[in-house]
């Protein structure tokens, strides 16, 4: 008789595990702040609700998923406890560089003989499109990454 080979699954973390991961990414993100009443206003809260969570407390998935306007990298080790990566939703399949470079370097080849012609440029349209969506994805988080930076200056003056 033959065995059936087991696959372990990925087993979820303890409850006290996670508290101490989460209370963790909280103190760090707390560093970048002047008080706790600065930080606790940053992420909508009272500095009881921040003392909750320093202690061990868990708070609602919604104020966890909030607190990524202040560090988009806050839940980072919160999924590596399940195995998983949180990635903006922009970020597409893939990396950004091999599309670029795709595309330039059929930009390259096209203008070897000094221009673009229209079918040549019709013939890239599909990879303008991703590099498009890679190029705005990136503006976006710059936007993202300064709003955050500015609302932190004006918690901390």
């Excluded at 950004?96 to 930009?107: I, K, Q, S, Y």
Aim: with cysteine; aromatic share 4%.
């Amino acid at each position: 008789m033959t065995r059936n080979p087991v696959v372990h699954k990925l087993q979820p973390p303890s409850k006290q595990k996670f508290q101490t991961v989460w209370a963790d990414s909280m103190r760090d993100l707390r560093r970048q702040f002047p008080s706790d009443t600065a930080f606790a206003a940053a992420l909508g809260m009272t500095t009881a609700g921040v003392r909750k969570i320093f202690n061990g407390g868990l708070t609602c998935p919604k104020r966890m998923f909030d607190a990524l306007h202040l560090d988009e990298t806050i839940l980072d080790h919160i999924a590596a406890l399940y195995g998983k990566k949180i990635v903006p939703q922009e970020a597409g399949e893939g990396r950004a560089a091999p599309t670029v470079c795709a595309l330039l370097h059929e930009v390259v080849e096209a203008e070897a003989d000094g221009e673009i012609t229209d079918a040549e440029i019709l013939s890239m349209d599909k990879d303008l499109a991703a590099v498009e969506k890679i190029v705005g994805a990136m503006r976006e988080r710059v936007r993202s990454i300064k709003s955050a930076q500015e609302r932190v200056a004006e918690l901390v003056a």
